[in-house]
């Protein structure tokens, strides 16, 4: 890997797989720093924020749930779960946590090491060779929202809009063909890039993460709009 090293933070509380991850990503040119707990990863983070990270979700008294709410609060970085907890319901509350992919163990090293590419894939697509525009969404006069993809920022009036990598894209992919209605499935396969570990209802669960941040009444969504049996299509105002 040419230029300076991304700095990747591995949260894990099981020595084994903290030092074989740690090795591994070494070996694709990370500069791998380790946390065995949550609260080491919430200091860690709070010292030098990493470019990426990995995070157990069973870690004790801070679980990794915690953890990615409290990084979310002011850092937008890829998160990648790992864990050994396979049931729907544990990867659904990890993406609302603000996670942005989940592998379940056991895993293949190289399983991690593809994601983490299209992660990086993800947040360096689009910005290098388009020139910042600024795209109205909403013109509402109490505080427009405004799309800039170029600069990777969405604004309500003056506010920037916290918004997490994959829902900047998933935004921006709607954005692009306002009023086409996209399948949860076409959503995967543009947002997500490597298809992510097959179940559809994670584009469910960042639409609504969407819509509490860019609509005006999360309740009653009028900007990011489901269409029943087909999937969402987005209504600029």
């Given at each position: ?129 388009r020139p910042p525009e600024a ?57 997500w890039e490597h298809g992510f ?30 269409v029943r049996g087909l999937g ?6």
């Open positions: 890997m040419a230029g300076v090293a991304l700095r990747l933070l591995v949260v894990e509380d099981d020595d084994s797989i903290r030092t074989a991850l740690r090795w591994a990503l070494e070996d694709e040119g990370y500069d791998v720093a380790e946390a065995a707990s949550g609260e080491d990863a919430v200091r860690s983070v709070a010292m030098a924020t990493p470019d990426l990270m990995v995070v157990d979700l069973m870690l004790g008294s801070m679980d990794g749930y915690a953890v990615i709410r409290e990084v979310r609060r002011a850092h937008d970085l890829p998160i990648i779960v790992v864990s050994a907890r396979a049931d729907t319901h544990d990867i659904v509350a990890a993406l609302e946590a603000g996670a942005d992919d989940y592998v379940t163990k056991p895993f293949e090293v190289k399983e991690i090491t593809a994601r983490l590419r299209a992660l990086r894939r993800r947040a360096g697509s689009g910005t290098a060779e795209v109205v969404l909403d013109s509402d006069p109490a505080g427009p929202l405004v799309l800039n993809e170029g600069r990777g920022t969405v604004h309500r009036g003056e506010e920037q809009l916290p918004l997490t990598l994959t829902e900047f894209r998933l935004l921006c992919e709607l954005a692009g063909s306002p009023g086409r209605v996209f399948s949860r499935q076409a959503l995967l396969e543009r947002v570990f097959g179940d559809e209802r994670i584009v469910d669960v960042h639409v609504r993460r969407l819509r509490t941040k860019v609509e005006t009444d999360p309740g009653a969504p009028r900007l990011v709009v489901t969402y299509r987005l209504d600029p105002r």
